[in-house]
């Protein structure tokens, strides 16, 4: 949602730099390659300063969610939701997306047993929907 507000944001603003340039008479030629010029600028930069953005945005996530370092800490934890749900033998596998940083990627792993080989389901959960984390190894 982000991406998009900022995309539209370029766009008003090549718009309304055709509209200054039109107003000022220039051939329309000129205006159309400043307006492509100028989104070319911006969304060149948008994507360079994206990853920094993102990395940024993590370690802020850091301090605004507590819990967050003790789930990078421990090796397994069980984390429970803000629905109420419980999730045991949680692993911390980092982000969801290289370019997300409100989504994190749970592993919940399966009790092996005689019958049973150890497996994990996958869980993407958005930070804010967890409620708290504690730590069993």
Request: hydrophobic share 50%; no cysteine.
């Amino acid at each position: 949602m982000r991406k998009k507000i900022i995309h539209i944001v370029v766009i008003i603003g090549a718009l309304s730099n055709a509209a200054i340039l039109a107003f000022m008479d220039l051939p329309a030629w000129l205006i159309i390659s400043m307006s492509v010029i100028y989104i070319v600028i911006f969304e060149g930069l948008l994507l360079v300063l994206e990853p920094r953005l993102v990395r940024a945005e993590r370690e802020r996530n850091v301090k605004a969610y507590p819990f967050l370092r003790e789930l990078v800490d421990a090796k397994k934890a069980t984390v429970t939701m803000r629905d109420g749900s419980v999730l045991y033998n949680a692993t911390f596998e980092g982000y969801a997306h290289p370019k997300d940083a409100k989504t994190i990627l749970l592993y919940v792993h399966k009790v092996k047993t005689k019958k049973e080989k150890a497996a994990y389901t996958e869980h993407p959960i958005k930070l804010i929907n967890i409620k708290s984390v504690k730590k069993i190894q």
